[in-house]
């Protein structure tokens, strides 16, 4: 699974840098959705199934992308080959 994603991160990123933008939209809807989430619940609302589902889409999902965007961004930082040093790394 790391060799897959640092792959990606390689094949998406070797060309152009990544943006800060990226990681500061996806924890920006992040925490928007956590705290609509999180009122409602001590507003005493308690959710299906489905609501819940897409609760924690809405708020995994960001999560987990900028989370993941940021760890290639400071990988690329280290140097423009640090990409690929870690995707030869991984892949072993």
Request: glycine share 6%.
């Amino acid at each position: 699974m790391r060799a897959a994603f640092w792959r990606f991160a390689h094949q998406h990123y070797h060309g152009r840098k990544p943006l800060l933008l990226v990681d500061v939209a996806a924890f920006t809807w992040f925490a928007l959705f956590a705290l609509i989430y999180g009122a409602a619940f001590l507003a005493g609302w308690l959710p299906n199934f489905i609501e819940a589902v897409v609760g924690l889409f809405l708020i995994g999902c960001p999560l987990m992308l900028g989370v993941l965007h940021r760890r290639i961004r400071i990988e690329a930082a280290k140097s423009p080959d640090a990409l690929y040093r870690k995707r030869l790394l991984t892949s072993r």
